[in-house]
């Protein structure tokens, strides 16, 4: 067993990076229901009816790929994530927790034949809230979660709508029950690091007991536009320096309490962006993180308050979006310790760790067994067209994930 070669594992990396590879200084740029989007995931439904899968796409778009089992009463283990990436990623994030699934699957049949338990490997729609302002799109679908009375009128930056998007791919809301988990009894997902831990420690793969609780919000600021060079600095409402001093304040707060709290404000727009004019207003987001949810809860409501006194001292309107609030989730003891007993089998040094990244697993989890399996990411560099992991540490997470995999479907 354990024949995923080096050469594999290279070949399906750079195969499916081919839909929305934008060169080594853009990376990746594969966003919910585009064109290359589309064309990923029809592209892994041919690779995996290729190699003997039955497949399925359900209402919105999330595909799943089947070596059907002996036993069909027994049920199925599942292993994937997400397809969808963010703008400017790597090749790595998401798509090869699909492929590493597909790869560990296709091996153990060709080396132990059918297994008792189908083994099927699922390519989630999207999980990175990149296009549109909604994260764990795919997998919250799967369990019947996904709120599609909030995507009426949602829109991505261009003005194209979220529902106008995903009809142009053949997909829609869902109707009735989603079916494509319906009888998974595991699930598993493989997926890089995005950190450094592992690399700092010298380990080889990472056993996931816990994801972080994760908070976003849109905050909307409107101070006054105004002449640079005749508006006295006392007489100005100007929200980048509103903004400045939020920023400058928090992220302070958050390096005062320490890991492993993050808070980041990664996006910003501001009207009307002239040199000479005095900014009038702006949007800017807030990501907020812990692994304890009564802190993140804490903390973030305390930032918010802080943003809402430094606006009002200063006479700028504030509106403050939580459009995305996700609680810690741990995984499930027993899938852990069948990856611990995998790492251990292959003689691997494996770490005992959380996620700061949030990831399908932790929708998956409330629903399903799960458990998630880190491979290093080189200088811990993720969600950056740098993102890389050697392919040997790869191979030996794949070696850890077939064991995995053949423990629970054999
Ligand atoms: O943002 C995240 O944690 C994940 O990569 N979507
Ligand atoms: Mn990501
Ligand atoms: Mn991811």
């Not at 251990?344 to 770490?351: E, K, M, P, S």
């Amino acid at each position: 067993m354990m024949s995923v070669t080096t050469q594999e594992i290279s070949e399906i990396v750079d195969w499916l990076a081919q839909y929305g590879y934008q060169g080594e200084d853009q990376g990746m740029i594969r966003l919910l229901y585009t064109p290359e989007w589309l064309a990923a995931q029809n592209a892994l439904k041919e690779r995996f009816e290729q190699a003997g899968m039955t497949t399925e796409f359900d209402a919105v778009g999330n595909l799943k790929g089947t070596f059907v089992g002996s036993d069909p009463a027994a049920g199925a283990v599942a292993s994937g994530s997400h397809v969808d990436t963010v703008v400017n990623g790597g090749k790595l994030d998401g798509a090869l927790g699909i492929e590493a699934a597909f790869l560990a699957m296709k091996d153990l049949v060709a080396t132990h034949g059918q297994p008792k338990k189908s083994l099927s490997v699922v390519s989630m729609a999207e999980e990175e809230g990149s296009r549109f302002p909604y994260v764990f799109w795919g997998s919250k679908s799967l369990f019947d979660l996904e709120d599609s009375s909030q995507m009426a009128n949602v829109q991505d930056n261009d003005g194209v709508k979220f529902v106008d998007a995903m009809r142009s791919c053949g997909f829609d809301f869902r109707e009735g029950h989603n079916t494509l988990m319906d009888g998974v009894t595991n699930w598993l997902e493989f997926h890089i690091e995005q950190g450094n831990t592992l690399e700092m420690e010298g380990k080889q793969v990472g056993i996931v007991h816990g994801i972080v609780g994760q908070r976003r919000y849109d905050i909307r600021l409107v101070g006054e536009a105004n002449h640079a060079g005749t508006t006295m600095m006392r007489y100005r409402h100007d929200v980048v320096e509103a903004y400045a001093r939020i920023v400058s304040q928090s992220i302070a707060k958050a390096k005062a309490e320490g890991d492993p709290l993050v808070l980041t404000f990664g996006k910003v727009e501001v009207k009307p962006n002239v040199v000479n004019v005095v900014p009038g207003e702006m949007t800017f987001t807030m990501d907020c993180r812990h692994t304890d949810k009564d802190f993140l809860v804490r903390f973030s409501d305390g930032i918010v308050s802080d943003m809402r006194a430094i606006c009002k001292e200063m006479g700028i309107e504030i509106e403050v979006d939580n459009w995305m609030d996700e609680d810690p989730v741990p995984m499930d003891d027993d899938m852990t310790a069948v990856i611990q007993k995998a790492c251990q089998d292959c003689g691997l040094n494996a770490l005992d760790m959380h996620s700061g990244a949030g990831h399908d697993s932790q929708i998956i989890a409330k629903h399903i067994p799960s458990g998630m399996i880190f491979v290093p990411s080189i200088k811990g560099v993720s969600h950056n067209p740098a993102e890389a992991t050697k392919v040997e540490d790869i191979k030996e997470g794949i070696d850890a994930l077939e064991a995995a995999l053949y423990a629970l479907a054999y």
